[in-house]
C-alpha cells in the first residue's frame, strides 16, 4: 500500500526533475545529497512525491550549476503541456484562455497539492496567481512554473499574431547576475506583491482550437475523480468551490458540514491536520474576492466590504493590508493602472 503523503508534487515533475540533472552532468549522489532521501527513489518514483522530498531535490540541482537561474529558467521552458498529465490533456480541449485559466484553478491541486492557483481579473489583465497554503517555497520552483504557464499560453495562442506579452511576477528580489538575456517573448518582475502571471486582458477570449474534446473529456473526469481522492487536503479546495458559488453568503461551519455530509467537528480536525480552519478559509476567499471587486468595479471600500459580510469598513482594512501588504485604496491605485 502506498504510503500516505500529505503534501505532495506528480511523479511526471520528479521524474523531470531527475532527467533534468542527468542532462546537465549532475550525478544522482549530487541530487539526493544532504538529505535522507534513498537514492533509489530516483529509479522507481511513486506516483505521488513529497513537496518536502522535492523541493530539497531542486535546491540540490540549482546550486550545483555554475549560474541558477539559468537553469531555472530552462528547467520552466521544459514543462510543456504534456507533462502536466490530465491536467494538461483537459486544457487542450479549452477553447480560450478564460477556460484553461479555470481548469487550471480547479485542478491544479491534482498535480501539487501545497499551493492553490487563482484567476484575478483587472480591467487591462487577467492574473495567474500562486497562493501557498502552507510556508514560503523556494523561488525557484516558482519561477520555472510561471515560465511554464506563459509556454503554454504562448503556444496555445500561436496562430495569433500578438504585440503584447506575459509578465512574470516574483515576490522575490533580482538576484546578482541574473541571466536576461534569456526573457525571450515575455517580461520577468522582481520585489512584487505576488507570485503571478499577468496576462493581457483581451487575450482570454481569443479561440483556440480543441485538439480532442471526447480525450479533453475524460481528463476532466480524471481530474475529478483524482480530487475526490486528495483527503483530507482536497477538501481544502471542495470548500473553496462551494463558498465561491454564494460569495456574500455567510455559510456556518454546521451549513458546511452538512454540505460534505461530515460532522461539524468531523470538519473541524480534518481541517486541523492541514494547520488552517473554516474561518481561516472563508476569510482568504473573501479577501481573495474582494482583490477582484477592487480591480473590476467601481464599488466603494466600505460597500466592498459589507458585501462581504466584514463588521465594518476598519476591520476589512486591516484583514486585507495583512492578506496583501497593502490598504485597499493602495491595491485599488497600484493595479487599477
Known amino acids: 500500500m502506498e504510503e500516505k503523503i500529505n503534501l505532495f508534487l506528480s511523479r511526471d515533475y520528479f521524474v523531470y526533475i531527475r532527467d533534468f540533472a542527468l542532462s546537465k552532468g549532475i550525478s544522482a ?9 534513498d537514492i533509489d527513489i530516483l529509479l522507481n518514483p511513486p506516483q505521488r512525491v513529497s513537496a518536502q522530498i522535492f523541493h530539497q531535490l ?25 507533462m502536466h498529465g490530465s491536467l494538461g490533456l483537459a486544457i ?20 501539487a497539492n501545497f499551493r492553490n492557483l487563482e484567476q484575478i481579473n483587472s480591467k ?45 511576477h516574483l515576490k522575490s528580489s533580482e538576484p546578482e547576475n541574473f541571466p536576461w538575456e534569456m526573457i525571450k517573448g515575455y517580461q520577468l ?9 499577468e496576462i493581457p486582458a483581451k487575450w482570454m477570449n481569443l479561440v483556440i482550437t480543441p485538439t480532442d474534446i471526447e480525450l479533453a473529456g475524460l481528463a476532466k473526469d ?34 458546511m ?8 467537528s468531523t470538519l473541524q480536525r480534518r481541517l486541523k491536520e492541514l494547520n488552517t480552519s ?3 478559509i472563508k476569510l482568504d476567499l473573501r479577501l481573495l474576492i474582494s482583490t477582484k471587486l477592487l480591480l473590476s468595479s467601481k464599488y466603494t471600500i466600505e460597500k466592498i466590504s459589507e458585501d462581504l459580510g466584514f463588521c465594518d469598513g476598519s476591520s476589512f482594512s486591516k484583514s486585507f493590508k495583512k492578506f496583501s501588504g497593502q490598504t485597499p485604496s493602495d491595491y485599488r491605485k497600484k493595479h487599477s493602472s
Do not use: W
Open 257 to 264: 458540514a452538512d454540505q460534505l455530509n461530515l460532522s461539524p
Open 189 to 197: 518582475k522582481f520585489n512584487q506583491d505576488h507570485n503571478q502571471l
Open 92 to 111: 487542450q480541449g479549452a477553447t480560450n484562455l478564460n477556460e484553461v485559466a479555470m481548469l487550471a484553478e480547479k485542478y491544479h491541486l491534482t498535480r
Open 278 to 280: 473554516y474561518k481561516d
Open 222 to 255: 480524471q481530474c475529478q475523480q483524482i480530487m475526490e481522492e486528495l483527503s483530507p487536503q482536497g477538501l481544502v479546495n471542495e470548500i473553496r468551490q462551494k463558498l465561491k458559488l454564494h460569495p456574500r453568503k455567510n455559510t456556518s461551519l454546521n451549513a
Open 124 to 168: 487591462n489583465y487577467s492574473y495567474l496567481q500562486l497562493r501557498e497554503s502552507h510556508p514560503q517555497y523556494d523561488v525557484y520552483f516558482s519561477m520555472a512554473e510561471l515560465i511554464s504557464f506563459q509556454l503554454v499560453i504562448s503556444n496555445l495562442l500561436m496562430p495569433y499574431d500578438l504585440q503584447e506579452h506575459c509578465t512574470v
Open 58 to 82: 531542486g535546491f540540490n540541482l540549482f546550486n550545483s550549476l555554475p549560474v541558477p537561474y539559468k537553469g531555472v529558467i530552462e528547467f520552466g521552458q521544459g514543462m510543456v503541456l504534456s
Open 29 to 37: 549522489k549530487t541530487l539526493v545529497g544532504c538529505s535522507d532521501i
